[in-house]
């Protein structure tokens, strides 16, 4: 009888062991089997929960959370950074997301062994890995690919558009986080991401600036930014900018390119985010995104 090569039964398929995450704090995160009642405890978070189709085993969500109109209806759990422990507690999650600043209440639910993933992306790149991170704790594998493959096209779209432009020709933006005193985002926030993505510069990255510093309005002149954006929250028009007496010499002023975007677009880093670099860009770049 010839020898038959190749006819060894195959392989069972090993069991699916722990689900291994690391979060944005550096911790490894592992649960036993993918949550089914979950705590998000920001709006960003909660709103890739609602975007992965898994609104129902949300059982609490941050104050400040209002994306999806599903989300009115779940219980609420405290700010972002004062979170109620006792109410976390009551819901019986197995996961709780939140975002970084909450280590006191961290801890405590911790100690009552409940686990907790931090989030906390300051780049585009790192919200799409967040998504995934998500989607794998909570067993949304598909839908997370298919959502963050859906917010690549959008973003590779506006890359397309400014990449032709050099360097020395991206206009100069300051982005207004508060006007008395003047603050705005370093090179290491999200917002400096968006600037950059959409073609511009962000002049507190020629100063080296990290964070959310107070910035003079000297400073502010000698860069002579060619355009400014601010979040509806504090200018609900470009009047409010453009009427500032301090600011009237400077370009973006003079030439009335000064825009204002929706806050929730632009500063929760999940699924809409993608909406809000558009309007980074058209703002940037109008020629470019009629």
Request: charged share 25%; net charge negative; aromatic share 4%.
């Amino acid at each position: 009888m010839p020898l038959i090569v190749g006819c060894a039964p195959s392989k069972a398929p090993e069991a699916e062991g722990p689900i291994r995450v690391v979060d944005d704090t550096g911790r490894e995160i592992i649960l036993e089997k993918a949550a089914e009642r979950i705590v998000s405890a920001a709006p960003s978070n909660t709103e890739i929960l609602f975007a992965l189709g898994l609104g129902q085993k949300v059982v609490g969500v941050g104050d400040f959370d209002d994306y999806p109109e599903e989300v009115k209806e779940k219980e609420k759990v405290g700010g972002l950074y004062d979170l109620s422990v006792e109410k976390i507690i009551s819901l019986q999650p197995d996961l709780v997301l939140v975002i970084s600043g909450a280590e006191e209440a961290v801890a405590r639910l911790e100690d009552k062994g409940l686990v907790i993933y931090t989030a906390e992306p300051k780049t585009l790149d790192q919200t799409l890995e967040n998504i995934r991170k998500i989607g794998q704790l909570t067993g949304a594998h598909a839908q997370a690919q298919e959502l963050i493959s859906q917010m690549q096209e959008d973003i590779e779209a506006v890359k397309s558009r400014v990449a032709d432009i050099a360097e020395e020709k991206r206009p100069k933006v300051f982005w207004v986080v508060w006007n008395d005193p003047l603050m705005s985002a370093g090179q290491d926030t999200f917002i400096s991401d968006l600037i950059v993505t959409a073609g511009g510069v962000n002049i507190l990255a020629l100063d080296g600036l990290t964070g959310w510093p107070e910035y003079s309005v000297e400073k502010l002149i000698e860069h002579n930014p060619d355009v400014i954006i601010a979040p509806e929250s504090l200018a609900p028009t470009p009047d409010v900018i453009l009427q500032d007496a301090r600011l009237s010499s400077v370009k973006a002023v003079q030439g009335k390119r000064v825009y204002v975007v929706p806050d929730n677009l632009v500063v929760r880093p999940g699924p809409r985010v993608t909406q809000g670099l558009l309007l980074v860009a058209k703002a940037i770049h109008p020629e470019l995104f009629e």
